[in-house]
């Protein structure tokens, strides 16, 4: 069984920064496809940010120039760099991650088809 376990989440002031991290410490290999998800109550969950196992990127247009997605292949690791929050930020946000890159991999990140799914971390931001 594969677990994903966000951390990072808490309170943040506009104008500052807060990282979260998603570690897979049970999962053998590397996986190629990994995200950020967020959800506020009584809405969709909308799709954050993405990266690829070739370490490109993708960002809705709401973050985009404000947060930064990484990875450390090493240790099957990834982060969600946030700059610059603001109070429409505020939600809960959910790692994910798969197997496949390439189109496969912009297919999961823009319909959020994920097979592995952490149970979220709330971020707040006032």
């Known amino acids: 069984h594969v677990q994903l376990v966000e951390s990072g989440g808490g309170s943040a002031q506009p104008g500052g920064s807060l990282t979260l991290s998603c570690a897979s410490p049970?999962?053998?290999?590397?996986?190629?496809?990994m995200g950020w998800f967020r959800q506020v109550p009584g809405k969709e969950r909308e799709r954050v940010a993405g990266?690829?196992?070739?370490?490109?990127?993708s960002y809705a247009d709401s973050v985009k120039g404000r947060f930064t997605i990484s990875r450390d292949s090493g240790s099957n690791t990834w982060y969600l760099q946030m700059n610059s929050p603001r109070p429409e930020d505020t939600a809960m946000y959910f790692c994910?991650?798969?197997?496949?890159?390439?189109?496969?991999?912009?297919?999961?990140?823009?319909?959020?088809?994920?097979?592995?799914w952490g149970r979220g971390t709330q971020v707040t931001v006032s």
């Open positions: 990266i690829e196992s070739d370490g490109s990127t």
């Open positions: 994910a991650a798969d197997t496949g890159s390439g189109p496969q991999c912009y297919e999961r990140i823009r319909g959020g088809n994920f097979e592995y």
């Open positions: 049970d999962y053998a290999y590397e996986f190629d496809c």
